[in-house]
């Protein structure tokens, strides 16, 4: 619906509705449409928006098995996400790229992306204050990466 002239409205629409596939049982159709979104944004000149499309390519890639571009795409993203402060997308990041690394076996970086994802976490809590943060926490896409998060064994939690 944003047509050419809102190309920056059209690539968020394409990588939610993307992201919604991926997550609801379709994760071929959600991928390639993260995939496009992704790429649109590239040409865009906005890193911003260029990094959230490729958190969501990296959360579709996981959700269809294609782990490295998963780990590739979340560590592009929470590079960014790191320099420009906003712990609640890199936190996410991080734990894109440690689920990824222990579906294809690497312990070590897995062990490494996931600390760092709880310790986010963690700052996230300390800033917002417990109120905000637990209204955080009742968000569904939220309490699915927090339980996988609490699901590691020695991961800490926040």
Do not use: H, M
Request: proline residues 2%; glycine residues 8%; contains cysteine.
């Amino acid at each position: 619906l944003a047509g050419s002239q809102n190309k920056d409205i059209a690539v968020q629409g394409r990588y939610l509705a993307g992201l919604s596939q991926a997550l609801s049982g379709q994760p071929r159709e959600g991928l390639a449409a993260c995939q496009e979104a992704s790429e649109t944004a590239a040409t865009l000149n906005d890193p911003l928006l260029l990094s959230k499309s490729q958190l969501a390519l990296a959360e579709a890639s996981l959700a269809s098995g294609e782990t490295q571009l998963a780990i590739d795409n979340a560590l592009k993203s929470q590079v960014f996400f790191a320099s420009a402060g906003l712990s609640e997308s890199e936190w996410r990041a991080w734990l894109i790229a440690g689920l990824a690394s222990q579906k294809i076996g690497d312990q070590n970086n897995a062990q490494l992306y996931l600390t760092r994802a709880a310790e986010r976490l963690s700052g996230l809590q300390q800033k917002w204050g417990a109120e905000v943060f637990g209204k955080y926490l009742t968000r569904s896409d939220i309490q699915s990466y927090y339980k996988q998060l609490g699901n590691i064994g020695s991961v800490a939690q926040p």
